[in-house]
């Protein structure tokens, strides 16, 4: 990976061309000791605070970009109605290069017909706070859920909502990975949303019973 020239965020990297030549699959992180590796890489940095974060954004010399963050509380999860078709402009990409296949033309990815939001609470908030959910995960989801309940959206839906909200709010611990897009990193009050979520187990206290 190599700086993104045309970006002025410090974390923004593309992959070097001719790079898909030398990618190999080294080893797997996986979830032994309640994730222990995982949580080695993933909560080097947490903020628990957003509005420190944003701070962090707007400062011109710093200009944070991604972070993982923990909230305190998750107050609710919503899904809402998107369009069911791309704009003219992300249609226009599929007759661009990509990077890996050189294939001319690709075939679009379907369009998610739904906008998944937390809203939530970080250190020091007086007010719920809303982040859409930019995550091929629950993309993935949605779609898997679709075809296993034969199309019906109320239903894959409803098992997207009991996935993230009460399968990862009540059992597990949940992080957020945030992130800007370049185009509101300034100009947004907040230009975060969350990019992925990381839900380890939460750790159990075994209770030794007291003996007399």
């Known amino acids: 990976m190599i700086r993104n020239g045309n970006d002025f965020r410090p974390e923004s990297y593309r992959p070097k061309k001719g790079i898909d030549e030398d ?64 704009k003219p402009k992300w249609r226009e990409l599929r007759k661009q290069k990509t990077l890996f ?25 007086s007010r719920t706070r809303k982040a859409k959910i930019e995550d091929w995960e629950i993309g993935a989801l949605f779609w898997n ?11 894959a839906n409803q098992k ?3 996935k993230y909200l009460d399968e990862f709010v009540s059992r597990k611990d949940l992080y957020f990975f945030m992130g800007t897009t370049k185009a509101n990193h300034i ?11 990381f839900y380890p187990p939460k750790d159990v206290q075994v209770k030794i019973p007291f003996v007399e």
Do not use: Q
Not at 145 to 155: F, N
């Open 23 to 86: 990618i190999r699959i080294i080893k797997m992180i996986g979830t032994d000791n309640n994730w222990a590796l995982r949580k080695k890489y993933v909560l080097s940095e947490v903020f628990d605070s957003m509005t420190e974060l944003i701070e962090l954004a707007k400062d011109r010399k710093k200009n944070k970009s991604l972070a993982t963050v923990k909230p305190t509380e998750i107050v609710d999860f919503k899904i809402e109605k998107s369009s069911r078709e791309w």
């Open 101 to 125: 296949d050189g294939i001319e033309e690709r075939e679009l990815v379907p369009k998610l017909p739904f906008n998944y939001y937390y809203h939530y609470l970080t250190k020091g908030d």
């Open 145 to 155: 859920c679709l075809k296993r309940y034969s199309g019906d959206e109320d239903k």
């Open 160 to 162: 997207v909502r009991e």
């Open 187 to 197: 100009r947004a009050k907040n230009p975060f949303i969350i990019i992925g979520v």
